[in-house]
């Protein structure tokens, strides 16, 4: 089975900053990989995803990722931190389970941004 | 495009009574659905996984007969919660997704079920 780990369940960055959220994974096959973004109340919406097409992948709202096989990672970044993007952001790995497809999430970074 | 919506939103409701919980792919069609539920501050634990016309899939831990889950359509999916406690307060999700390990699942809004 595939797993996810997120490491830092709270960032704070300064508004203007540069964000980073660090996820890894690991895998015995090429992984799926995806970040998704939850605000209050709301279901999960997609940010982005790897799907071995590129190693740099970029996604909405400004956020980009890069997968890298030797560290087993997908770090979230974002050049410049605004307040909307206060949220809390989850890294995904999509494997076979059977023939269907299952995803495994991290336990999510909640991301402060400070005026 | 790839719409899910998920109703209600928030349920409150006494402890016995059972719950149905709708979720609808407005402008796909889902093969797969997901049914998660989120604890306060916690990641997504994954419930079942249901395929339009074939029995869901369940986790390991979560009880077939207290999480009906049905698959009538390519469009809807349901969870029943049936003779909810306290306890089953939680938030849970759905999602829908089409064939395919790469592509990436739509989730709906979520439910806020709240057992009295």
């Known amino acids: 089975a595939q797993s996810v780990t997120q490491l830092g369940s709270h960032v704070s960055v300064s508004e203007g900053a540069l964000v980073l959220l660090r996820c890894n994974y690991s895998s015995s096959v090429p992984p799926y990989l995806f970040w998704y973004v939850q605000y209050p109340n709301q279901g999960l919406q997609l940010l982005l995803k790897y799907t071995s097409a590129a190693t740099l992948v970029k996604g909405i709202n400004g956020f980009e990722a890069e997968f890298k096989k030797s560290e087993t990672s997908f770090h979230l970044t974002k050049p410049s931190a605004h307040m909307s993007d206060a949220a809390e952001y989850f890294c995904a790995v999509s494997e076979d389970s059977g023939g269907y497809q299952k995803v495994t999430f991290g336990i999510g970074t909640k991301l402060q941004v400070i005026p | 495009g790839a719409v899910v919506s998920q109703h209600p939103s928030w349920v409150i409701c006494k402890s016995g009574t059972s719950v149905k919980i709708e979720c609808r792919s407005l402008?796909?069609?889902?093969?797969?659905m997901f049914w998660y539920r989120q604890f306060p501050k916690q990641s997504l634990m994954l419930m079942a996984t249901s395929n339009e016309g074939s029995k869901a899939t369940y986790e390991q831990g979560v009880e077939k007969d207290k999480f009906l889950i049905n698959h009538a359509s390519l469009t809807l999916s349901t969870l029943t919660v049936t003779s909810a406690h306290p306890e089953d307060s939680s938030f849970y999700i759905c999602s829908a997704g089409v064939t395919g390990f790469a592509q990436p699942q739509h989730f709906g809004d979520g439910t806020r079920l709240s057992i009295l």
């Open positions: 402008d796909f069609q889902a093969t797969t």
